[in-house]
């Protein structure tokens, strides 16, 4: 039977693999998506927990966590399009100055 101890363990460890991508890739997608993961992970941790207590709140929130982070992807992969015209790269070492007059 699954309890919500497994729910809880599923969840930390999607944080946790999440975490684990932030920290070590350089790739700005794979960090996008590693910051996705860590954010679907505290989703499922609050669902879990709504559904345990038999209360809807948690839900909703998820919910409209869901919704926001779908602009955000809009927002982010419009400026990944603006960066990698102008570096020629998605390397994230070459992003740590993002001013006009210096070109690497």
Do not use: C, W
Request: glycine residues 4%.
């Amino acid at each position: 039977m699954i309890t919500l101890s497994s729910y809880a363990f599923v969840s930390m460890i999607l944080f946790s693999i999440g975490a684990i991508g932030v920290i070590a890739r350089r790739n700005i997608f794979v960090i996008y998506m590693s910051l996705e993961l860590m954010l679907n992970g505290v989703n499922l941790f609050l669902v879990t927990f709504a559904r345990y207590h038999f209360n809807i709140e948690p839900q909703i929130i998820s919910i409209m966590v869901i919704s926001i982070a779908a602009a955000e992807a809009a927002i982010f992969l419009s400026i990944v399009i603006l960066l990698f015209r102008s570096k020629k790269s998605l390397d994230t070492d070459l992003f740590t100055s993002l001013s006009q007059g210096e070109k690497r």
